[in-house]
């Protein structure tokens, strides 16, 4: 049986377990999350993330110095950071006009006893200038995606200018990733069954009882997933990418149901990267500097949920937005999703700088919190998805520059 398909009927027994548990034996489902599903899901997590910071150094300092040339390094960021930037704007226009179209917040709840702690989230300026580390040692054991991905292509192109005289140092960054690569695909054997407790464990505790009045808003947000994922990534992949849409989502899929079970962005990179590489063709010096920026900054599916949580909250507690508004809700969503951490539940944190932009009450996130669970997987999937979308399509525009030639010489 293929990797992918044991993937799945992990997944899907683990919802079937989970909700059955929590609807017929609550009480032996605490025990069997405790010492089963719970473990079970912790100890995937761990093996993949011990592996995410070891990864985004060696794959982009290697990417970086593969690719030598300060110009072709500036022209692939350019172009990643334009579709980060179109897409997710598009992405949010979509949740908009959708939360407008359905109304999600017109039915009838009162957000009288809707509590919610706000959390600070970080400002826009400290975000970027934070992203060159004072000590990369701390980035590192701290996990600090941006900071890293700022050293490691420092020190990439440091060795693609010194070349014969850091040689060894080249050859060990290579057999260094070699080692991350062959561990990756160890751990993805033992996925089907984090999968089962990852799934197992969240639907258990959730149940159902918490979706319903809100099945409205679940039901938006997931049109907009969908349609994002179908048009955009679709046309984007198939006219720029010049690949078949199917191709890619079955070649992706495997990536998509790890995001899923883990929602984190950054957890699922290392197997993001090895199926974009593997499944979609996509040459290494692009995977390596693409996906690990994308699991980063590009959030689309975060960025839909922003954008209808923001319009079903003003709908709720019964503000008009103006245009202008709306303009500052696509902005902010924007700098929000990018400053979202790829980690369980940020994005809701994040929101509650949207709200504040426009004025709403950040309670309102108490409203939506207790379904986020779910949500937060879906949009996950989309989030990495977009980041693999995104790499497709650099990689089909750099073809003429001779990448597969350059993703040879870092494999010789
Ligand atoms: N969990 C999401 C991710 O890792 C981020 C979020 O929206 O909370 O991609």
Redesign the pocket.
């Known amino acids: 049986m293929k990797l992918t398909t044991k993937i799945f009927i992990g997944l899907i027994l683990g919802a079937i377990v989970g909700l059955g548990l929590h609807l017929a034996a609550p009480d032996l489902f605490s025990t069997l999350d405790a010492y089963v599903f719970g473990p079970l899901g912790t100890v995937f997590l761990n093996l993949i993330k011990m592996l995410v910071v070891p990864i985004v150094f060696f794959s982009i300092t290697l990417g970086t110095a593969s690719l030598g040339d300060p110009k072709k390094l500036g022209r692939i960021g350019g172009k990643t950071i334009a579709f980060f930037l179109v897409t997710t704007t598009i992405a949010i226009s979509i949740a908009i006009s959708l939360a407008y179209l359905f109304q999600p917040g017109s039915v009838d709840i009162n957000p009288a006893g809707a509590e919610y702690e706000a959390q600070e989230a970080p400002g826009v300026v400290e975000t970027f200038t934070n992203i060159i580390p004072t000590n990369p040692i701390q980035a590192m054991t701290e996990g600090n995606m941006l900071q890293i991905i700022a050293f490691a292509i420092f020190i990439g192109f440091a060795l693609a200018m010194l070349g014969k005289k850091t040689e060894g140092i080249y050859k060990l960054v290579e057999q260094g990733n070699e080692i991350m690569m062959f561990l990756v695909n160890l751990i993805m054997r033992f996925a089907p069954y984090g999968a089962f407790g990852l799934l197992a464990s969240a639907i258990g505790t959730m149940g159902i009882d918490g979706m319903k009045g809100m099945a409205m808003y679940m039901f938006v947000v997931i049109l907009g997933l969908v349609i994002h994922a179908i048009v955009t990534y679709g046309s984007a992949v198939a006219f720029l990418g010049k690949m078949n849409p199917i191709k890619f989502a079955k070649g992706f899929f495997p990536a998509m149901t790890v995001?899923f079970s883990?929602?984190?962005?950054?957890?699922?990179l290392p197997i993001s990267m090895k199926t974009a590489q593997e499944n979609l063709n996509v040459p290494k010096p692009v995977s390596s500097f693409v996906q690990p920026l994308g699991?980063t900054i590009n959030?689309d599916?975060?960025a839909i949920?922003q954008g209808v949580a923001t319009i079903f909250i003003a709908q709720v507690y019964g503000s008009d937005l103006s245009f202008a508004q709306l303009v500052m809700v696509v902005l902010t969503a924007v700098l929000a999703?990018i400053g979202?951490?790829?980690?369980?539940?940020?994005?809701?944190?994040?929101l509650a700088m949207v709200l504040n932009q426009v004025s709403l009450p950040v309670e309102g996130i108490a409203l939506i919190i207790g379904i986020?669970r779910l949500l937060?997987?879906l949009?996950?999937s989309l989030?990495?998805t977009g980041d693999a979308a995104c790499a497709v399509v650099v990689a089909e525009s750099e073809r003429k520059y001779g990448i597969d030639e350059d993703a040879k010489r870092m494999e010789a």
């Open positions: 995001g883990t929602s984190s962005s950054s957890s699922t699991a959030m599916g975060t949920m999703s979202t951490a790829g980690v369980p539940g940020v994005g809701l944190i994040m986020d937060d997987m949009r996950t989030n990495i």
